[in-house]
């Protein structure tokens, strides 16, 4: 029998529903159609009715462009809250105005539009009390509001829906999109992401909430409570669990600031403020709480730059620093990264560089992701001797008798006492030579001069041989091209698969001109090979390829060749020349599992759906149990299913593959994958295992039955997402009705058998990763050779 609501919920109900009207019913003064304003030095604006926020032109440097903006009118800093163009930049004389269409535009002097808001008729504007500047219609209906397409603020009575999302500034005078995303997610988790700048994508989650549902809602209430709640009103977590702050006596806001940290903040209206607070903004609480330790990233420098170290400072905000003997590439940016101050070791042999080296102990300090070599036992001595002479080796860590060798760029830094081990940084000694701002040697420019001078007569002596020489090269090229046409190439030795060269499979593609699909890290295009009777093949062409990725890029090659399985995307080869990497797999005629499943006129029969189930399985489990080394997928989906001329299912994409030792079957790493099949352990700090890829296929699978995603916005409350439906239609016999739905005659007469598959996905799909089966036992249940128990609620709770 449920209880009923306490007191505090009561309350707390109440004040969601007095939210809209709170936000609604206010004083205002109103912006009427053909009112503008202009950036210039006057600084013009439109206040809200207690001048406590402002709209208008705020200039972001001396001689700088101007951002359309909103900011706390009645405190110094004038802290903006809201803009406009943050990526665009309005120039001197720019114009801002309500047009008679009801359109809220800003042009340039010239009158090229760099931003407008187009509700339709509108008839005036208000600047409110709360921060938020909305067009309203003649009967004050709001049509659009700035509370809806926030920056990187949140105010007290703002909501954040699902899909909604704040983007960090690039630094604190930079208000451009910089490194870092927070968004409520349409699935009903809250998520901190890196960003791939200065693109758009996202590359990896660094915090999450593990919520899931539909309807869910952020809301900064006016008692300062960071509170995501349910459609209903329920609350369902806290963000923050320290006590929250009246709106009466203290301006507030929720920031993601810079460095990817969200920060309440709260700044006293006056000075008889209870608390004691200085006149200022301060800090109430923040997320995460070390965002050194929290971001890990495969590509970028992690929280601070490449070869930079971030630790935190007793203001709990970071600080990027460098290594000894290393400087910023950008004194102005922080997170510009570091580069030597030195001449790096040289690999000739005949250099005896090693004698000119030491180190210098930086203790508690570590770069977890840029190794390529790794001892254990070994002495402290023994760690540094290997790297001393190791013209590669950058950085050494030492630590419990391990000793980690890395090179540059450093990604991921850090500096904090949960390291417990030392960084053993490799630098010039004190005698030897080191960088001038010119890059050469100091002492050493009158030798440098006389070297030029006498290589300048050198080479005016024999400019003419050179052309003689230069002339017989080109008679010769002709006839020795095709010999070397590979020399450029890196070849892996002892893959039994095909090396290709660069130019090969330029030509195999015309030129890389038809695109068959692409993702966050490559392009695939179509191809042919002429001289293998036209065999069509297809072509990955990796697109973020770090210049040190090379035994990354092998390891990767070697896992894939390694697999033979009728259910596994074969690849036929690789190229590895100069900056290029791709990867050449045999061509699969009908696309992806994703293209034909989600569009009605392609959807597969029921028959053909079992195969694909079957044939996914498959696949999985012999990843998992019958390769020499286990792997574990990572990124199962749709679209990495791919379907040839028989529609046989074969799984691709094994860029997210992470290989387990036979003596290893758990292992812990950033978050991997895709939104919406990515395992709840991923956000949970717990070992990672074979599991997330069980997990990963039970979606697939429900959305393989159904013909739909897990996740439809546009469908009934109960049925909005995929596997809550499911469930509830186990729990409540009625799993016909979903058959129903379909409109499918196969299924209507196979309905045992549907259902029998619905509960397999809803034991796949357990947050309990020792619930779910392996996938051994996942084949043996669809194949009808295992039982099939009633599944337990997938979102049960667990520790």
């Not at 007095?18 to 030095?41: D, E, H, K, M």
């Not at 739905?741 to 058998?753: A, G, K, N, V, Y």
Request: aromatic share 10%; charged share 20%; glycine share 6%.
């Amino acid at each position: 029998m449920a209880s009923s609501p306490s007191r505090t919920d009561m309350l707390f109900m109440t004040i969601m529903l007095l939210l809209p009207i709170l936000a609604t019913a206010q004083p205002r003064t109103n912006v009427t159609l053909g009112s503008s304003l202009v950036a210039n030095s006057a600084n013009s604006t439109w206040l809200s009715p207690s001048a406590e926020f402002a709209f208008g032109f705020q200039q972001t440097a001396p001689k700088g462009g101007y951002l359309l903006a909103i900011w706390f009118h009645q405190i110094p800093e004038k802290t903006i809250i809201w803009s406009a163009n943050r990526d665009d930049l309005a120039p001197e004389g720019s114009r801002v105005q309500l047009a008679a269409n009801g359109t809220l535009q800003l042009n340039d002097p010239s009158g090229r539009q760099i931003w407008a808001a187009d509700p339709g008729n509108a008839s005036y504007a208000a600047m409110l009390d709360t921060g938020n500047f909305a067009l309203f219609t003649a009967a004050s209906v709001n049509l659009w509001q700035t509370f809806d397409q926030p920056t990187d603020t949140l105010l007290p009575t703002q909501i954040l829906n699902q899909g909604g999302e704040l983007i960090s500034s690039f630094s604190d005078k930079n208000f451009s999109r910089g490194r870092f995303l927070f968004t409520l997610q349409t699935d009903g988790n809250l998520v901190w992401y890196t960003r791939n700048f200065p693109m758009n994508d996202i590359i990896r989650a660094y915090m999450a909430t593990a919520t899931v549902g539909d309807g869910f809602r952020l809301i900064f209430n006016q008692t300062g409570y960071f509170n995501l709640v349910a459609r209903n009103g329920t609350l369902l977590s806290n963000l923050f669990s320290i006590l929250g702050a009246s709106t009466l006596q203290y301006y507030q806001r929720l920031t993601l600031e810079y460095d990817g940290v969200l920060r309440h903040y709260l700044y006293p209206k006056s000075d008889n403020t209870t608390g004691g607070r200085p006149r200022a903004w301060s800090v109430q609480d923040i997320l995460p709480s070390n965002i050194c330790t929290q971001v890990r990233q495969d590509t970028g420098g992690g929280a601070c730059g490449l070869n930079s170290l971030c630790s935190m400072g007793t203001d709990q905000r970071p600080r990027c620093s460098c290594p000894f003997d290393y400087s910023l590439i950008d004194p102005n940016d922080l997170w510009s990264g570091c580069k030597k101050d030195f001449l790096p070791h040289s690999c000739d042999p005949e250099s005896h560089d090693s004698d000119l080296f030491m180190f210098k102990d930086m203790p508690d300090a570590d770069w977890p992701d840029s190794d390529y070599a790794h001892f254990n036992p070994v002495s402290e001595d023994w760690c540094r001797q290997q790297c001393l002479t190791d013209c590669f080796c950058d950085v050494a860590i030492y630590r419990n008798a391990d000793c980690w060798k890395k090179r540059i760029p450093l990604s991921n830094g850090k500096i904090d006492p949960g390291v417990q081990g030392k960084a053993l940084i490799k630098v010039r000694a004190k005698n030897a030579t080191v960088l001038d701002p010119l890059g050469s040697k100091p002492g050493k420019r009158n030798t440098r001069l006389g070297v030029i001078i006498a290589g300048a007569v050198l080479l005016a002596s024999s400019v003419f041989l050179n052309v003689v020489l230069f002339a017989s090269k080109l008679f010769l090229a002709g006839k020795k091209s095709k010999k070397v046409e590979n020399e450029g190439s890196i070849v892996y030795p002892g893959l039994n698969i095909r090396c290709f060269s660069f130019k090969e499979l330029e030509e195999a593609t015309d030129g890389f001109c038809l695109e068959l699909g692409n993702g966050a890290y490559s392009t695939v295009y179509k191809g042919v090979l002429i001289e293998e009777n036209g065999k069509m093949i297809a072509v990955k062409k990796l697109t973020r390829m770090a210049d040190d990725a090379d035994q990354e890029f092998k390891a990767e090659v070697s896992s894939i060749s390694r697999t033979n399985h009728k259910n596994l995307v074969q690849l036929l080869g690789y190229c590895a020349e100069g900056q290029n990497r791709l990867l050449v797999y045999e061509f699969m005629s009908n696309g992806s599992l994703a293209n034909v499943l989600f569009t009605k006129s392609l959807k597969p029969n029921w028959h053909t759906r079992l195969q694909i189930a079957f044939s996914v399985a498959r696949g999985i489990c012999y990843l998992h149990e019958e390769c020499s080394t286990q792997i574990m997928h990572c990124d199962i989906k749709p679209q990495n299913v791919l379907l040839d001329d028989a529609h046989t299912a074969k799984i691709s994409d094994f860029g997210l593959a992470k290989l387990l030792k036979a003596d290893q079957t758990r292992t812990t790493t950033a978050i991997r994958g895709t939104r919406g099949y990515v395992a709840p352990e991923w956000f949970r700090n717990m070992p990672i295992t074979v599991k997330v890829d069980v997990y990963s296929y039970g979606v697939l699978l429900l959305e393989l039955l159904c013909c739909r995603k897990n996740f439809e916005p546009d469908v009934e409350d109960e049925r909005r997402i995929l596997s809550d439906w499911a469930y509830d239609c186990c729990c409540d016999g009625t799993v016909a009705e979903m058959v129903v739905e379909l409109e499918d005659e196969e299924m209507r007469d196979d309905i045992m058998r549907f259902e029998r598959m619905v509960k397999i996905g809803m034991w796949c799909i357990q947050e309990d990763p020792e619930l779910r089966p392996q996938m051994k036992r996942v084949v043996h249940m669809l194949e009808g050779s295992a039982q099939v128990p009633p599944p337990p609620d997938p979102s049960s709770p667990f520790l």
